[in-house]
């Protein structure tokens, strides 16, 4: 998920980065979205799951 955001959102550079195929990065994606209630297509959401992915790692 951190990969997706710090590619801003771009599936194909993020897919490579990651070594999935796209498909499966959509899957993910979609499993987050269920999972955590958050909507990727929104911008403050996306900010929200990116600066708590962030202060995780501190």
Known sequence: MESYL???GQAGRTAAAL???RQTLY???SRVEQ????DLS???D???L???LKAARL
């Not at 999972?35 to 958050?38: P, R, S």
């Open 35 to 38: 999972l955590t209630g958050l």
């Open 42 to 44: 929104d911008g403050a």
């Open 27 to 29: 899957y993910r994606l």
């Open 50 to 52: 990116h600066m708590a």
């Open 6 to 8: 710090d590619h801003a």
């Open 46 to 48: 996306r900010l929200l």
């Open 19 to 21: 070594g999935v195929h």
